[in-house]
């Protein structure tokens, strides 16, 4: 079980793709992963399932189609529309 929490806010954008690479790449090979991420385009092409917190709760949960692509919560939604500017 590999955790991950933020392991690319520091990162220039060079290394964010690498890091990034890295992970897919464990879970290719079949490492369970459990990642905290700003990075929505990567956890839409990566993820299994997604959960949105909101105020440390469970706000939305599902695959990544359905809360990324269809959220049901204003919330959702709206952090969603900030980060995808």
């Given at each position: 079980?590999?955790?991950?929490?933020?392991?690319?806010?520091?990162?220039d954008?060079?290394?964010?793709g690498?890091?990034?690479?890295?992970?897919?790449?464990?879970?290719?090979?079949?490492?369970?992963?459990?990642?905290?991420?700003?990075?929505?385009?990567?956890?839409?092409?990566?993820?299994?399932?997604?959960?949105?917190?909101?105020?440390?709760?469970?706000?939305?949960?599902?695959?990544?189609?359905?809360?990324?692509?269809?959220?049901?919560?204003?919330?959702?939604r709206?952090?969603?529309?900030?980060?995808?500017r």
């Amino acid at each position: 079980l590999l955790l991950l929490d933020e392991i690319t806010s520091a990162l220039d954008p060079q290394l964010v793709g690498e890091v990034l690479d890295l992970v897919a790449e464990l879970k290719g090979a079949g490492s369970t992963i459990l990642m905290a991420t700003h990075e929505i385009g990567f956890a839409h092409r990566v993820a299994d399932q997604v959960v949105y917190l909101h105020a440390g709760r469970i706000c939305e949960q599902g695959p990544p189609g359905q809360v990324l692509d269809a959220p049901e919560h204003p919330e959702t939604r709206e952090f969603l529309r900030r980060v995808l500017r």
